[in-house]
């Protein structure tokens, strides 16, 4: 594989892609066939969906627009983040306390779906189940720490403080004020668990099919056709997860997220003696700072950091270089240490913060806007619309179905200008 084909240069030296297991090829559809629920999308969301409804002994039916793991799901950091943005008192204020309850439940329990799915399948993907560090610079960004802390722990999740000795020795940097772990986290290799997935969804019998790009669907006597340049599917049941690469398709789905590029760099892999001095026992760190920054190692030890991108390739290089920077201000080890891989993707952000699980017509349903935390809340998604497709109702759902909200100025986005007011409103609030 080596780099992400079809992609702009600067987003596609991507380390995931260059260490990726095989994986077979997935022709293109060309035929028009039925299938018991047709799934658009190959990410996380997609995949999920896949196997958890193959499992059920339906017939499925994948339809992805390059190959599975193209997306953010095979770029990201890999760092498996439970919970959402808003804490459970929050979301339960919100929504109540039964539906509250079941969204805190569901999203908690992001981790002990993915690491759970990862044993069961035997999938190779390096998950280490180390937990998740949230480091914070100021008194205030750790007051909000430990409130949340509080709040999963009241629930029975084991999500400790970390003094600011602990979090030097685990992190092999004094930066910072203080901390907490979510034991309930970890991190893994994001490609490899995309591709694990859709292995095992195939040995349930689904059918995966990439270079399919899907230009539409339209329904009729409670069948859904959805059509791609070559064939074409027909189902009872359509799921849509396609988040921040939706563009067109289902409008104004693609509305209800901004994408918002993140990108990444990485080092060869460190030599054993910088190697204990740097997160010596494996964490996933992300920094309490407005403008995010999210660091791990890798199976083989290479050092990566994460954070805002931008639009225009000499932005997003700058950004890149940044990044590079920064590394080498909080560990001044990394200094001469080659710097071998620099890519990014687009997460997808929700006005609320919050994913969104929309009805778009009779039978078609979309789940995506995990505001940065897919790689547990995509899987969690995939497995609620699973429920969805298998018949159950609405209100059992362990995730609200909601209208879909269109982000105001959404159509100023691509104009080279930066983010919009609407746009920075929510990097502000989710960090990145
Ligand atoms: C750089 C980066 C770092 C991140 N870091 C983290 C992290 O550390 N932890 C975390 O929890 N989350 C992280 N995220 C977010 C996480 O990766 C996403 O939330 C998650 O992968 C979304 O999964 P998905 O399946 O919904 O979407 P995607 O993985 O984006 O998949 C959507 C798929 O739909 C396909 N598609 C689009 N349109 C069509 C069409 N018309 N027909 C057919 N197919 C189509 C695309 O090709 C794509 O493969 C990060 C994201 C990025 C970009």
Request: charged share 20%; hydrophobic share 40%.
């Amino acid at each position: 594989m080596g780099v992400i084909a079809n992609e702009r240069s600067v987003l596609s030296h991507s380390l995931w892609a260059a260490t990726a297991n095989d994986a077979p090829d997935r022709p293109a559809l060309a035929d028009d066939v039925t299938s018991d629920c047709v799934i658009i999308g190959a990410g996380f969301t997609g995949l999920s969906a896949a196997l958890h409804l193959a499992q059920t002994g339906a017939r499925i039916t994948v339809l992805e627009a390059e190959t599975p793991g193209w997306g953010a799901s095979g770029r990201n950091g890999g760092q498996v983040n439970p919970g959402l943005q808003d804490g459970p008192d929050a979301l339960e204020a919100q929504f109540g306390p039964e539906i509250g309850r079941r969204m805190t439940d569901v999203s908690g329990g992001g981790g002990d779906l993915v690491f759970g799915l990862i044993a069961q399948h035997g999938i190779d993907c390096d998950a280490n189940r180390v937990g998740w560090i949230r480091a914070a610079h100021t008194r205030k960004a750790l007051d909000e720490l430990e409130s949340l802390a509080d709040q999963w722990r009241a629930r029975g999740a084991v999500v400790e403080p970390l003094s600011r000795d602990e979090l030097t020795r685990l992190l092999g940097v004094n930066d910072y004020l203080g901390g907490t772990i979510d034991r309930r986290g970890g991190n893994l290799h994001p490609l490899n668990y995309a591709l694990g997935l859709a292995d095992a969804a195939e040995r349930h019998g689904a059918q995966i099919f990439g270079d399919s790009r899907v230009m539409g669907y339209t329904a009729k006597d409670g069948l859904v056709t959805v059509k791609t340049a070559g064939g074409s599917v027909t189902a009872p049941k359509v799921l849509v997860c396609t988040n921040a690469y939706t563009g067109d398709l289902g409008k104004p789905l693609g509305k209800s997220v901004m994408p918002v590029t993140s990108v990444q760099v990485a080092t060869a892999p460190l030599s054993d003696n910088i190697a204990q001095s740097i997160l010596p026992e494996g964490h996933a760190v992300s920094d309490s700072r407005r403008v995010l920054i999210y660091f791990r190692k890798d199976a083989a030890g290479r050092f990566i950091i994460g954070g805002r991108g931008a639009t225009r390739d000499a932005s997003v290089r700058a950004r890149q270089a940044a990044l590079r920077a920064k590394a080498e201000q909080l560990y001044p080890l990394l200094k001469g240490v080659e710097w071998t891989h620099a890519w990014g993707g687009d997460v997808a952000l929700t006005r609320d913060h919050l994913p969104g699980l929309h009805l778009l017509a009779s039978g078609v349903m979309a789940g995506l806007g995990y505001n940065g935390r897919g790689v547990g809340m995509a899987t969690v998604m995939g497995k609620v619309l699973a429920d969805w497709a298998s018949g159950v109702p609405d209100d059992a759902l362990d995730f609200p179905v909601t209208k879909v909200r269109p982000i105001p100025f959404h159509q100023f986005r691509n104009l080279g200008l930066g983010p919009t007011v609407a746009a920075l409103r929510l990097l502000d609030r989710v960090g990145l």
